[in-house]
């Protein structure tokens, strides 16, 4: 009988993550998830996700992806009309796949190189988890009137990088919380998952105060403080989890 928990390039691992993506594909399609290059992207993401880690792995990614577009699609014509939508049409696309997935992608061929699936998946998940609780806040947040920058607690515009509101924050924390039950789920460790929620509400912070301090100086994009922010989550974990293969 084939084994479908043994992670990496087994038989059972595979045949799982590809029967996934084949759903993933047909289901994008049919409810506009992502546009076509989103879903070529999002496909070769998965191989990679889940054929090098785990095809749990790849459902959590999928739980942020399909918890990313509701998130896109609340309030969708106001955030329109207001200019806050980071959607042209309310469909994710390459882009938002590979700044978002990049990274924890990345750290299912680490696994897979140092054939470390245990601490693997908290890494990705803390990764995911912060891409996860930045995209929330962005899209429910930004139709918070009460927005504050983050660095001197003044009152400022929405949309405007390094400002935060009170939904934005509770917004942020949800986002977290998700992967953090998905990943719980996968593999059952209370302290874990909690620190999976709180480095990502935390990523989104250290995201605000980059965007705050240096892409409204020009001296970041909206992309590297993004990677900067998910590779935080990435550190502070690898660290709590003892700095395994240092």
Not at 204 to 220: F, H, I, K, P, T
Request: charge should be negative; proline fraction near 2%; glycine fraction near 12%.
């Amino acid at each position: 009988m084939v084994d479908i928990m043994q992670p990496g390039l087994t038989e059972g691992n595979l045949t799982v993550t590809i029967g996934i993506i084949v759903v993933l594909t047909i289901i994008s399609e049919r409810f506009k998830v992502l546009d076509r290059l989103g879903i070529y992207a999002a496909a070769a993401l998965g191989l990679v996700v889940g054929g090098l880690g785990h095809w749990t792995w790849l459902l959590i990614l999928l739980g942020f992806l399909a918890s990313a577009h509701k998130a896109t699609k609340w309030r969708f014509d106001e955030k329109t009309a207001k200019g806050l939508s980071e959607s042209i049409d309310g469909h994710r696309s390459w882009g938002n796949v590979v700044a978002n997935g990049g990274l924890p992608g990345l750290v299912a061929i680490l696994a897979f190189m140092l054939d470390d699936h245990e601490n693997g998946i908290w890494v990705f998940s803390a990764a995911v988890a912060v891409a996860a609780s930045d995209t929330f806040a962005s899209e429910i947040g930004c139709l918070d009137d009460r927005v504050r920058m983050i660095t001197t607690m003044k009152k400022c515009e929405a949309g405007v990088n390094g400002g935060f509101s009170p939904n934005g924050q509770l917004a942020a924390a949800a986002g977290s919380i998700i992967i953090a039950a998905l990943t719980f789920i996968a593999e059952p460790s209370l302290e874990l998952a909690g620190m999976v929620a709180l480095l990502g509400w935390l990523g989104c912070q250290v995201d605000s105060v980059l965007g705050a301090v240096l892409e409204n100086r020009g001296l970041m994009t909206k992309g590297t403080v993004n990677a900067a922010a998910i590779t935080s989550g990435i550190l502070i974990m690898w660290i709590y989890l003892g700095s395994p293969h240092l």
